[in-house]
């Protein structure tokens, strides 16, 4: 199966996930910051990126753009509970391996998001 980088600052949310995706046979290497994903990036050469949007230090627009810049072709699923309209969709037209994900979310809907992007 794939190997997953996770990035939420909220650690309830991060296990919520992590157990999610282990127990559906992927690897999950986990990040609270986007400081800590890139280096997790750099370090275990992920199949997909995770990551919330609000997070301290630096958002999830400043890793996948960091990310982009050198795998532009990553899949990376975009979380969030409270993004603006016009922000989400500049980040989807801009970056095309990008798929939004609002929470709340459905496991169900994650765990498609993830069969797509591991295929």
């Known amino acids: 199966m794939a190997t997953i980088l996770l990035v939420d600052d909220e650690s309830d949310i991060r ?3 992590r157990d999610m995706l ?3 046979g992927h690897r999950v290497v986990e990040a609270t910051d986007g400081q800590e994903a890139l280096q997790g990036w750099r370090a275990h050469q992920p199949d997909l990126l995770i990551t919330d949007f609000w997070m301290p230090r630096m958002n999830g627009l400043d890793v ?3 990310v982009a810049a050198e795998q532009p072709a ?3 699923i ?3 509970g409270g ?3 016009h922000l989400r969709r500049s980040v989807l037209q801009h970056f095309p391996s990008v798929r939004y994900l609002p929470k709340p979310f459905a496991n169900s ?3 498609e998001y ?3 992007a591991s295929q």
């Open 74 to 76: 990553l899949p990376i």
């Open 15 to 17: 296990e919520s996930i």
């Open 78 to 80: 975009l979380m969030s």
């Open 83 to 85: 993004m603006e309209d």
């Open 64 to 66: 996948i753009e960091s």
């Open 109 to 111: 809907q994650l765990r």
């Open 114 to 116: 993830v069969r797509d």
């Open 22 to 24: 282990e127990a559906d």
